[in-house]
């Protein structure tokens, strides 16, 4: 590299790195983090809900997919997000270094000297005393035990002690900047290790197991989470109790729940557990998280052959605050071996569930959300359900596609309540025999959590030390009179603004110097 570059050059990469480790940078970096975050709580996130950011972007237009080049549907992947993130990182260490260091130094070195007028100090007082300077400075040592403090000698037979307090205010401040970035590594190695699920299961002994990723429902993995290596748990679900005020919102819902985790897989030992929305289980370095519930209502058919099949499919609870509820429960024609005549055959049982029914102008509504007086008002659909035809298929609908083209097609329409059935045209009856409740359940990893409540508790800490803690120094000389007295001076300093040290200067001086009559003080 020819000398003019590079005697440009290294002074620009010298300056330019004081200027990002300097602790205006950092605090900027670190107001441009929590800024950049605000996209990811105001607009919709693919990794949480990418149905939405679908919505979000058909309804905005050339807005909308402005904001999905730049990233802001995926905040906390982008590159801009990630960039701040380094450069903070980058800052904090390169600030926080050079304050260690220089920080180490200070504790290793002897308190400064005394000054030579100590009557310029803020805080002053003097006072003559009939004791020798070598008894003054013991009975001053005495006075400041728990200061850092040196005795030195000047000419004169003069005797000063330089004494300092307060040196953990800049240690809770390290310690704080230390937690914060701490804490930072902790998210972000977190948003790498961890991942969360979601699963809906049977209130009536179903059970999950974390083995693979498609055991759930909904599934977000970190960024070096394949899902092959999912903490060995189970869980079964044995019940479900919901309690509401009169206007129908819940006061509380609670599962009673077994789990298997460590040991117990091997030995199938279930422990039980009481589930509530604000109580999870804690195991295995997992969380179990109680999120809802809804229905899951019964149907019976009998097929014209004699043949009996029960269907137990969960709805989905479209008012949140009644818990009526929408969706499918699917059924295949019996002992039918040829595909086209049983795909031509197959049942769908779709409509409205209400908890509690109640009819307006003969339309059933939902007028609680416990289920006192359930009832469906269902549409049963025959034919090609497209089960088959190769393409994904929620469980709470049917492909409104074969709808369209006339190979499923509408067949009865009939309000049921529990116990009440009714007859298709080819003899085949379908019964409502009521509803069990389902439940639906949070697992969730993240193998830093307790490093990150770690980090949380020292930055409170260093805080409130850096906070409270007042840097200060007293200095005392003792210079010996021609009479054969003492004349005794206290000098005190604050290192900080904080009110309160005139105070504690006051009592000290007044216990070095209240033995003489004779005492002078600004």
Not at 260 to 286: C, I, M
Not at 326 to 334: I, R, Y
Not at 386 to 402: P, V
Not at 443 to 472: E, M, N, Y
Request: aromatic residues 10%; charged residues 20%; hydrophobic residues 40%.
């Amino acid at each position: 590299m020819p000398p003019s570059i590079l005697g440009t050059t290294v002074p620009f990469l010298r300056n330019a790195w004081r200027g990002l480790t300097s602790m205006r940078t950092a605090l900027t970096l670190l107001f441009l983090l929590s800024l950049a975050a605000m996209p990811g709580a105001l607009l919709p996130q693919r990794s949480l809900n990418a149905v939405r950011v679908d919505q979000y972007i058909v309804a905005n237009g050339w807005w909308g997919r402005l904001l999905d080049r730049l990233q802001f549907f995926d905040v906390y992947a982008s590159y801009w997000f990630s960039a701040v993130y380094v450069l903070l990182f980058i800052s904090l260490i390169g600030c926080l270094l050079p304050r260690t260091a220089e920080y180490v130094r200070q504790m290793r070195a002897k308190p400064v000297l005394t000054p030579r007028n100590l009557a310029r100090m803020p805080h002053h007082a003097a006072a003559e005393a009939s004791r020798t300077p070598e008894e003054v400075v013991a009975q001053a040592g005495h006075r400041l035990q728990g200061w850092r403090r040196t005795v030195r000698e000047e000419p004169g037979g003069v005797r000063t002690i330089s004494a300092e307090r307060g040196y953990l205010r800049e240690a809770g401040n390290l310690v704080f900047h230390f937690s914060l970035l701490g804490l930072l590594v902790a998210f972000a190695l977190g948003k790498m290790f961890n991942y969360e699920g979601q699963v809906i299961v049977q209130a009536d002994g179903g059970q999950f197991c974390n083995s693979g990723v498609y055991n759930y429902d909904w599934f977000r993995p970190g960024l070096r989470v394949d899902g092959t290596q999912l903490t060995p748990l189970c869980v079964k679900v044995d019940g479900f109790t919901a309690r509401y005020l009169s206007n129908g919102q819940p006061e509380s819902f609670r599962a009673d729940i077994g789990y298997q985790s460590g040991a117990d897989l091997d030995n199938n030992t279930w422990k039980p557990y009481a589930l509530e929305v604000n109580r999870p289980l804690r195991t295995a370095g997992d969380r179990v998280y109680l999120l809802g519930h809804g229905y899951t209502p019964l149907f019976t058919v009998t097929f014209p052959n004699g043949e009996v099949r029960t269907g137990a499919t969960q709805w989905r609870p479209v008012d949140p605050i009644t818990l009526a509820s929408e969706g499918a429960t699917k059924f295949d024609p019996p002992n039918m071996a040829d595909g086209d005549q049983r795909r031509r055959n197959q049942l769908a049982i779709t409509g409205l569930l209400a908890p509690t029914a109640e009819f307006r102008d003969k339309v059933l509504t939902s007028a609680f959300p416990a289920a006192n007086d359930p009832a469906v008002a269902v549409d049963v659909y025959r034919g090609d359900l497209g089960t088959d035809s190769g393409r994904g298929q929620s469980i709470f609908s049917i492909d409104q596609r074969m709808v369209d083209n006339g190979g499923l097609v509408r067949v009865a329409r009939q309000n049921l309540r529990v116990g009440e059935d009714l007859r298709l045209d080819d003899g085949t009856v379908i019964r409502f025999d009521g509803v069990r409740d389902w439940v639906s359940i949070q697992i969730s990893h993240d193998p830093t959590q307790g490093w990150v409540l770690v980090f949380s508790a020292l930055i409170t800490v260093g805080l409130g030390t850096s906070l409270t803690i007042k840097r200060r120094r007293v200095w005392v000389r003792a210079t010996p009179n021609a009479d054969g007295r003492t004349l005794v001076e206290v000098g005190g300093l604050a290192r900080t603004d904080q009110a309160g040290y005139g105070e504690e200067f006051t009592r000290i001086s007044r216990d070095l110097l209240l033995p003489d009559p004779v005492t002078k003080a600004c």
